[in-house]
């Protein structure tokens, strides 16, 4: 059967592998399987959340508030926004959906770093747009600005801090470079690890109301699937303004979360003690991973998340370093096919990092003979 | 700012009414109003179900294995054939979404019945297509055919069993129209309340399996919302021949439901003795309807699914019936924005619709007078 002419230019995300998928093709016992390839929280769920949803468990069969007014809320009093600014995402993945094909068509042109979240390119091909990429791997606004002035575009993503390399940009930079985009251009500020980044450095922290009333054509998106712990419950949020956010209200399926999703998140948002716990304890065990390249002799990019990527330069193919992580039973992401070598390991608790480092010795040192 | 130009074109979902906004808008007690509005199964969801959820609760922060590798084997083994069949959405509601966008563009036409599911239009008109309804309120596969012959059409919708109708179409007259349907033309049977039909007849039975292998060019979709007491779950799926399923993956997002959705949905094909108990309650209960409708003096559709239509004709306005009913916290559809003069009342618990008797008994006098 033929199809529409824009899929045969789609790209399909490659998730991290899950634990069953480890099980199933290595016969590695469940409870030895390490997975730090998805940037999941490694203190697991709130038990506040984990003892809400139990509660409610029984409510399955029932739809949720389609407005979703208890979240919007909650969400509007945490920023200082209305429940108008506002628009709930199964992820904030899908927000980014309503916005590249709210803005783009075949004509459009949405400008990217080198190397970020794939879903902007995944979203923005299956819109039919042209993808423009700075060069350099890492943010860089110089590039940004260079390449917004000589060719245009509908779209910018700014993801701060970066995913998948871990980098932020100083808000104040971030200020400067929007001075000089044009209202029409919509611009994403993708937030979903802005909870470590703030508490790493204030410098890089972004506050939504005001960026979005600075600059009204913004969008910033935070996610549950984070600091809050709530990977597997898909939600996310965008904040803008109202005109923006309307718009988006035409492209929202109804009921885009689920009935528990819904109920995780509004209680997610009452227990910021667990949230910044979990931070804390996320720079803490990073410091181990920048000590552990460092003795190896590779280098780190800084990270702001909850995530660092090591790169190998010419010393380990990092494909081969992951292959060999995840038949051990530790599963982290190669970052071969966003054009470098290097891997992503999610900061894992404690006892995780202790056994990545065990593990990572052994396989570095037969890559090595 | 300037959004593209397809959006002005596009149609909002009108929920049916949440519990919270009947409390917060007329103040009535949330223990006291009646939720029949969603074709929610009234049983609640299974007590196995219910359980398992409690048991995993505290794996929110774990993304759902995205391959969806044992929901996949539990259907492909329920409705023989293979998970290469099979793709997994928020509801079936996001495979429809999938289906018209790898399908449809502006220059495309889908073809649906006057009166069904709103989102066939809604994504229709997302895509860009023009929208061909047949002029009976029920579905009438001449019309169809001859619609069919003079416009063309690059879909066709059938829901078998229709909602919000509640009619459906005998499979032995599908198969007959379905012979007449180029083979470049998609055809979506939307099976969401198959479970129900299947079980008052026989003849409206549709068999995923040999429906796509008869005609490769049909889709069928399936729900864990209704008989499978999962509507606040979002969880559906589509079944048809792999070269369609491989497209429909090239625009699923990553991690489309959520790690307890996936789970629910798992446990739920277990217990399918709870799903025939619901299906026969439902049907009994619904006998009380039509013997209510009856002695009113009015009429109603002969239905096939967990809801049924009154029609009021010239005797009432189903617009001001609903209104009444709501403000006395009993929330039903009310069917004025798809052109009828008609409600639909999913068929509630025993005690559930005793009450909805008592109240419509009060409203409809008092509208009499």
Redesign the interface.
Known sequence: ????K??DN?K??E??K????VV?EYGVDTKDIV?LA?N??P???SPK??KK??DI???????????M??LKEALANKFKVTSENIVIG??S??VI?FLV?????ENSKILMSKTTFA?YEIYGR?AGAEILRTPDDQHNLEQFEAMYKEHGADMIFLCLPNNPLGECLDTKDVYEFLEKID??T?VVVDGAYQEYAAFKDSKKRIDPADLINKF??TVYLGTFSKAY??????TGYGIGQV??IK?M???R?????????LA?AIEALKDEEFVNECIKLNFDEMKRYEEYALNKGFSYIDSYTNFITLKFEDKYISKEVAQNLLERGIIIRDLTSYGVNAIRITIGSEEQNTKVFKVLDEVLDELKK
Chains 1, 2 share one sequence.
């Open positions: 059967m033929k199809f529409n824009v899929l789609c399909i995300y998730a991290g899950p634990i069953e998928l199933r997975k998805s999941e929280n203190y697991g769920t959340v984990t949803i139990q468990s029984k409510n399955m069969f029932m739809y949720p508030d389609d407005s007014y208890e199964a992820g993945d899908q959906d094909k709210a803005k783009c068509d879903m299956q209202s029409e919509l009204p054509n712990a709530l990977g597997g419950m898909r005109d923006i718009t209200y035409k492209l399926p109804p009921f885009n979360i689920s009935t528990l999703s995780a």
